[in-house]
């Protein structure tokens, strides 16, 4: 079957702007997890669903990021006044349930901020 | 809090084993591996659950030592396919609770030669 999806694949905006990263998991995948990944550096935690609530988002940096999965498949990664510090690859993953645990990552979008 | 893996790198010759390390600082419930290639997403090895727990599919194998709160990653007879960054990811336990919120190690870049 089709694996996890990530739109776009690469993103270049402008300091300042805002932007959203799509992500869609695997069908029938309950959790969905977002991660940043800077390079050279491991998947840093930001938030994950179960369903369409937000579980955990105690890694979202600050105030400017926001993410929604509103009908429990497809999320969205919202970064509002983008930094240059916001550069980095944005990895999406998905899982069967929570009490599983494996983790079925998508190709991420590559976030440029000039 | 990030876990700290050993070694940083390696190289080997095919054929050859291999030990990654992972430890952490905080009491653990468990304990993912991935490994990621250059310009991919991470993929999913194994997951390890209980204290003392040992698992192990093809020649790659995993042991857990919950009191020790570390993981070690066993690689033998190495392939040029092993060839990439291995991460462990893992989830501690909040007030004795399961927190299903998964914190990657600092990585260990493995290159097979042939």
């Known amino acids: 079957g089709a694996g996890v999806s990530q739109t776009p694949s690469n993103k270049v905006t402008e300091k300042g702007k805002y932007v959203e990263l799509r992500c869609d998991p695997i069908?029938?995948?309950?959790?969905l997890y977002w991660y940043r990944q800077s390079l050279g550096q491991g998947p840093e935690f930001l938030i994950y669903?179960?369903?369409?609530?937000?579980?955990?988002d105690s890694g979202l940096p600050n105030d400017r990021f926001f993410a929604v999965r509103p009908e429990g498949s497809v999320s969205t990664l919202k970064i509002q006044r983008t930094e240059r510090g916001d550069s980095a690859v944005y990895l999406c993953?998905?899982?069967?349930?929570?009490?599983?645990?494996?983790?079925?990552f998508g190709p991420g979008t590559r976030l440029t901020v000039t | 809090q990030q876990p700290v893996q050993s070694p940083q790198a390696v190289i080997l010759r095919e054929g050859e084993d291999a030990v990654i390390n992972c430890s952490s600082s905080?009491?653990?419930?468990?304990v993912h591996w991935y490994r990621q290639k250059h310009g991919e997403a991470p993929v999913f090895l194994m997951i390890?659950?209980?204290?003392?727990e040992q698992k192990g599919h093809d020649k790659i194998s995993a042991s857990f030592n919950e009191k020790k709160q570390q993981s070690s990653l066993y690689l033998t007879a190495s392939q040029l396919s092993y060839s990439g960054t291995y991460f462990c990811?893992?989830?501690?336990?909040?007030?004795?609770?399961?927190?299903?919120?998964?914190?990657f190690g600092t990585g260990t870049r493995l290159k097979v030669l042939a």
């Open positions: 993953a998905s899982s069967p349930d929570l009490a599983g645990g494996e983790q079925y």
């Open positions: 069908s029938g995948h309950t959790a």
């Open positions: 669903f179960q369903g369409t609530g937000a579980a955990d």
């Open positions: 905080k009491a653990l419930y468990s």
């Open positions: 390890l659950l209980k204290g003392g």
């Open positions: 990811g893992t989830e501690s336990l909040g007030n004795l609770r399961r927190t299903y919120k998964y914190i």
